[in-house]
């Protein structure tokens, strides 16, 4: 047998492949007989069983490699520096706390793995300098369940505890508890990944100088929650359809300071940006459409919005928690230079804003918080009508100093689809008016 290790470190005897299906004894011999730096590949086949990959060496899935296990402990733990392991299926099959490929050394590369789960698919623990890259991560548990056969208690896809400067890169997370989940952990990136059906799309807490960029959250409770963090990076994300929650934001900040919100799209949620406790940061360049409420604010304080975009949201902005109920003044924060869809300014000098500051209408978000059936006329031209009439406290309104005459992000498409939508939305509850007046007069005849 030790004669055919050199021929199996290289390729692999067709001898063996019917000993490769049953278990991952052959994967253990594999590694035992590599030196450090080399690449070592796996014949096709199905695995059973879990392994410890100890030895700083290249670990490559030829073909279909599929190593399962449902014992009790991760089923691939990597031990070594600058181990790595590629092109192969992993499937976690044990409901416990453990993971499908457990990380406690440095500079690993992970990459091409697909991984179903019924614990945590990743695990980082005082993992620092690893890398992630096209991998896919989904939840194990069955997808036709009901009921009391469903299993509730899911975990994270990715998962980071005290792990620092890793780079997770253009993974695919799908039902999981958390997609993308870092504690405690610094100056990572998380960066072109996609994740649906989730809690939290990308979560941090009490992390520093993180980069969220350009990743995609789609239907999940939170496309991201930022919390506890320092002097973080949150840029070019899209975070759309977190809207069948009643805790459901696009983006959330919550216990945020000295970080830079820029560029990204917060589309169709429940509530487009969320900011709570959260000071000195900047928010720019944004778009914020269609959601129930653009922007919403409770207790921050000293934080800039400017150059972002307002289309189609059903209440644009609300301040809860602060001093007369503003987003400028008692908190210091400075609103200016957006654009709101709903307003119409004057620029008589040309410069694209509007020489009149744009005070926002309070009336339609308390009329439907008392009473939320009232959300059906939303801009219909009863609706802005009583609006129009609506002037108690007006100097305790939010407000824009300067807002945009047009948007400022020209280059998408989202006001023309706002507009389209809004027409659409406004047609109905129209329609709706002229059917309940139609219903009540001939049931009335008709009694």
Known sequence: MLALLPSLVNGFDP?????????VSLIERLIAGAKDGESVRIPPGTYEGRFTLNRSIRLVGEGTVTIRSDEGESTVAITAKGAALEGIRVVHDAKDKNAAVYVAADEVKLESLEISTKGYGILLRKANRVEIGKSQVRSLDDANASGSNRKTVKRNGIDLFDSHQNIITGNTVSNMNDGIYLESSNGNVV?????????????????????????????NVTGAMIMGVNDAVVTGNRFAKQSENVNSQGLLLFDVHTSRVEGNLVEGNRVGLYIEQ???NLLQNNQVLRNFTGIQLLDAENNRFTNNDFIGNVIEAEATGSKNNQL?????NQLTGNY?????GIDSDGDGASNTAYAINPFFQQLTSETPAYQLFFRSPGMLFLESLFE????????????????????SDGSDAA??????????????????????????RRR
């Open 278 to 280: 959260s000071t000195d």
């Open 328 to 332: 400028t003044g008692s908190k210091n």
């Open 15 to 23: 001898a063996m492949v019917h000993a490769a299906t049953s278990n």
């Open 191 to 219: 960066s072109g990944n996609a994740i649906d059906h989730s809690r939290y799309g990308v979560h941090c807490m009490f992390t520093k100088q993180t980069v969220v960029k350009d990743n995609h959250g789609y239907a």
């Open 419 to 444: 507009g389209t939508d809004l027409g659409l939305f406004t047609a109905g509850a129209c329609l709706l008016l002229v059917s309940s007046w139609i219903i009540l007069q001939f049931g009335g």
């Open 392 to 411: 108690t406290n007006r100097n305790e309104w939010a407000s824009d100093a300067m807002p945009l005459m047009k948007p400022a992000m020209t280059e």
């Open 340 to 344: 709101w869809d709903a307003y119409r």
